[in-house]
């Protein structure tokens, strides 16, 4: 029987296993942040075990981070805290870090893929849950818990159960003003939040190849919000020509001899998977979420269902939202434009794409944040910055910023915000916070109208 891609990169990475129970896993890339890593650390220097692989670790600041004024001392102190003990813990071992006003500084799972680190075929683990990010690569990619953590610092390997294979097919033409966005929103939506518990799930078909790198990253990254441990899409040209040239990627001829193995990297025609879904691609509609988990969405021109389970319940009168109702018109006060879903050079193109020559609604506070320095820098090159600012929204500097409200921009209590990040449960934003989940094109076209409408209406 044939192999899946995910057998393919797994098997690759299996350094040892116990008969009918765990394997061992080697991790070629280990990325940390400072809100995960202090604890796995400490873990480590209390019993004198030293880091055995800081080659393989890269590090950077994101979770805690000022998005205003980030060349000042950080005001909030658990931050500065924080900051300051990832810096320190970097320095003792030995381990790079692109921390606060690094040239490559930005969230984890949006420097990486452009820094050349993420690459195809690799196994890598982050003390984040959106890891599954970086399997848009065709690489396997996941999330871990503080332990795994220490873990991977004292031996550069993980100790495994094997999951099970999904792979979900979409075939067909999005219609227009549908993003990646919509697609992994409306996968979720059909299949709920517990339908990958326990899988790996590959997306195949026309719409994944047809979709760029940053498109691939946006559905990966939600991949954790149907339960999967991760997603992953098959290494292609379009991978090949993202990763050449790229800062850490490798060069030449050992660049043309990784292609050659990655171009392997793909299922066999008679692998089988344990799961299987198939969803046609002109049934998708740009999405909204309308509830406090990401499974809770609808076509943008839809009415909230009808159920009488009680959590279902819960969750409508935390948003103020009544079952059988539309959401266009809503007044929406705040829109959120960032996060590892969605801060990458093209979700801001496609805003400027919009908002050029128009202006944002006077009740709507409008922020963008890019994911990185990098993106910073490729937004002023191509003189975006000029449409946003003309345009009235908010020009940020990088970081997690209001996806998690981890840091100083949270969203006020019982306020809507419809937001480019990966979730909307209760408190996320902020306390007391409503979340209504998009794409940037429907958060674009919100600031601009101050309310929810069908941007499929404008579109030629």
């Given at each position: 029987?044939?192999?899946?891609?995910?057998?393919?990169?797994?098997?690759?990475?299996?350094?040892?296993?116990?008969?009918?129970?765990?394997q061992?896993?080697?991790?070629?890339?280990?990325?940390?942040h400072?809100?995960?890593?202090?604890?796995?650390?400490?873990?480590?220097?209390?019993?004198?075990?030293?880091i055995a692989?800081?080659?393989?670790?890269?590090?950077t600041?994101?979770?805690?981070t000022?998005?205003l004024?980030q060349?000042?001392?950080?005001?909030?102190?658990?931050?500065?805290?924080?900051?300051?003990?990832?810096?320190?813990?970097?320095?003792?071992?030995?381990?790079?870090?692109?921390g606060?006003?690094?040239?490559?500084?930005?969230?984890?799972h949006v420097?990486?893929?452009?820094?050349?680190?993420?690459q195809?075929g690799?196994?890598?683990?982050?003390?984040?849950?959106?890891t599954?990010?970086?399997?848009?690569?065709?690489?396997?990619?996941?999330?871990?818990?503080?332990?795994?953590?220490?873990q991977?610092?004292a031996?550069?390997?993980?100790?495994?159960e094997?999951p099970?294979?999904?792979?979900?097919?979409?075939?067909?033409?999005?219609?227009?003003g549908?993003?990646?966005?919509?697609?992994?929103l409306?996968i979720?939506?059909?299949?709920?939040?517990?339908?990958g518990?326990?899988?790996?799930?590959?997306?195949?078909?026309e719409?994944f190849?047809?979709?760029?790198?940053?498109?691939?990253?946006?559905?990966?990254?939600?991949?954790?919000?149907?339960?999967?441990?991760?997603?992953?899409?098959?290494?292609?040209?379009?991978?090949?020509n993202?990763?050449?040239?790229?800062?850490?990627a490798?060069?030449?001829?050992?660049?043309?001899q990784?292609?050659?193995y990655?171009k392997?990297?793909?299922?066999?025609?008679?692998?089988e998977?344990?799961?299987?879904?198939?969803f046609?691609?002109s049934?998708?509609s740009?999405?909204?979420?309308?509830?406090?988990?990401p499974?809770m969405?609808?076509?943008?021109n839809?009415?909230?269902?009808?159920?009488?389970?009680?959590?279902?319940?819960?969750?409508?009168?935390?948003?103020?939202?009544?079952?059988?109702?539309?959401?266009?018109?809503?007044?929406?006060?705040?829109?959120?434009?960032?996060?590892?879903?969605?801060?990458?050079?093209?979700?801001?193109?496609?805003?400027?794409?919009?908002?050029?020559?128009?202006?944002?609604?006077?009740?709507v506070?409008?922020?963008?944040?890019?994911?990185s320095?990098?993106?910073v820098?490729?937004?002023?090159?191509?003189?975006?910055n000029?449409?946003?600012?003309?345009?009235?929204?908010?020009?940020?500097?990088?970081?997690?910023?209001?996806?998690?409200?981890?840091?100083?921009?949270?969203?006020p209590?019982?306020?809507?915000?419809?937001?480019t990040?990966?979730?909307?449960?209760?408190g996320?934003?902020?306390?007391?916070?409503?979340?209504i989940l998009?794409?940037?094109?429907?958060?674009a076209?919100?600031?601009?109208?101050?309310?929810?409408?069908?941007?499929?209406?404008q579109l030629?």
């Amino acid at each position: 029987m044939g192999k899946t891609l995910f057998d393919k990169v797994w098997d690759a990475h299996v350094v040892d296993e116990i008969p009918n129970g765990p394997q061992i896993l080697y991790i070629d890339k280990h990325l940390i942040h400072e809100v995960t890593s202090p604890q796995a650390f400490a873990a480590l220097a209390e019993r004198n075990i030293p880091i055995a692989r800081p080659d393989k670790t890269v590090a950077t600041a994101d979770h805690n981070t000022p998005t205003l004024n980030q060349h000042l001392p950080i005001q909030d102190p658990l931050s500065r805290s924080q900051l300051e003990q990832l810096t320190e813990n970097c320095k003792k071992n030995n381990i790079t870090l692109y921390g606060l006003g690094h040239k490559y500084n930005g969230i984890v799972h949006v420097m990486a893929p452009e820094l050349g680190i993420t690459q195809p075929g690799m196994s890598i683990v982050c003390g984040d849950s959106h890891t599954s990010t970086h399997g848009a690569f065709g690489s396997i990619a996941f999330g871990i818990g503080t332990s795994q953590v220490a873990q991977v610092f004292a031996s550069q390997c993980l100790l495994l159960e094997k999951p099970k294979k999904m792979r979900i097919t979409v075939n067909g033409t999005l219609k227009k003003g549908v993003l990646p966005k919509d697609v992994i929103l409306y996968i979720i939506a059909q299949l709920g939040t517990n339908a990958g518990t326990g899988y790996f799930c590959e997306y195949a078909g026309e719409v994944f190849e047809n979709m760029s790198m940053e498109g691939r990253m946006t559905v990966c990254n939600m991949s954790i919000e149907m339960g999967a441990r991760g997603g992953m899409i098959a290494p292609d040209e379009t991978t090949f020509n993202y990763v050449k040239g790229r800062k850490f990627a490798p060069k030449g001829e050992e660049f043309d001899q990784k292609v050659a193995y990655w171009k392997t990297l793909r299922t066999d025609d008679d692998a089988e998977f344990d799961q299987e879904y198939h969803f046609d691609a002109s049934e998708i509609s740009p999405m909204i979420t309308y509830g406090t988990n990401p499974g809770m969405g609808i076509a943008i021109n839809e009415k909230i269902p009808h159920q009488e389970d009680p959590s279902f319940k819960k969750s409508l009168a935390y948003m103020d939202f009544k079952a059988g109702d539309s959401l266009l018109n809503t007044p929406i006060n705040y829109v959120f434009i960032g996060s590892c879903t969605n801060a990458r050079i093209e979700d801001f193109r496609v805003v400027a794409d919009y908002v050029k020559g128009k202006q944002k609604a006077s009740n709507v506070h409008a922020w963008l944040v890019p994911g990185s320095r990098e993106v910073v820098k490729q937004i002023e090159e191509e003189g975006l910055n000029k449409i946003f600012n003309e345009a009235g929204f908010q020009l940020r500097q990088p970081g997690c910023s209001a996806c998690l409200a981890m840091n100083d921009d949270k969203i006020p209590e019982g306020e809507y915000c419809v937001s480019t990040s990966n979730r909307n449960f209760e408190g996320r934003q902020g306390q007391g916070a409503r979340t209504i989940l998009a794409s940037p094109l429907v958060a674009a076209a919100t600031a601009i109208e101050g309310k929810l409408i069908d941007v499929t209406k404008q579109l030629n």
